[in-house]
């Protein structure tokens, strides 16, 4: 645990250091105060991302590029060579099938049920069982269903033609974004703008919920709307560092104090 501790500040110094260096370049006055007090203000840093941060998925080119490459050895094959390339392609396209029937789930991609209000197209796996569905089933009982999992999305890819294959979705990349549009807005719980990533892709695109009046401040919701206001406030509490005071969590909260009253009369 010492270890793991000194390794961790070594890091977190490293860190400070380079970044430090980067804006000395630039302004060594204001850089020398914002590290007066050591790593401080780079932990401060790393927490406005996590708050500003947003996941996103970008389409694979890997699909695209197989594809056409695919088509096109289909259209040469009298050409010397072109069967034996043809013959590697459709052996990795059967490969990468099948690890994704196995593997490519919830678990692998990190996009779970949650983000599905921001459009992000959930994949399947199709060998990991859910937990009400193991039960009591021992070690070797789990296994032999996994074995005979695996051996079904197996055959099942085998029985796949070549232009099926070329067809077949590949996992998109998976990571994070720093949009300084939405960096910028602030949380309400009865926003006037959603955001959206048409296309499944890296581009945002910010939609109005409400008609907008020149110079209206736009927000957003940093967490669902649907709960209700004590769960709404202790989530940004706890996540945000701020209790709403947003004019739906007024309203709300106000209506709730009204009938505690009432009931307490």
Known sequence: MLIFFAYTDGLINEAASLLKAALDLQAPAESAALFAAGPAFLAEVMGLFEYNNIDVEVTSPLGQFFSAKGQALLRRLEDPGVRPELALIERLLREKEWVMRCVWGEETTGNFAVDGDLGVPL?????????????????????????????????????????????????????????IFVARCNHSCAPHVKLLFPGNSARLTAVALTPLSVGEELCISYIRQDENVQTRRKQLLEWYGFVCSCPRCCQEDSVAVRRTQKRLK
């Open 123 to 179: 994949t399947l796996d199709g060998v990991s069982m859910m937990e009400e569905d193991i039960g009591d089933l021992g070690d070797a009982q789990v296994a032999r269903h996994g074995e005979s999992a695996m051996a079904q999305a197996r055959a099942d890819v085998e029985r796949m033609s070549f232009e099926q294959l070329l067809q077949a979705s590949w996992p998109a990349f998976h990571g994070t974004a720093l949009f």
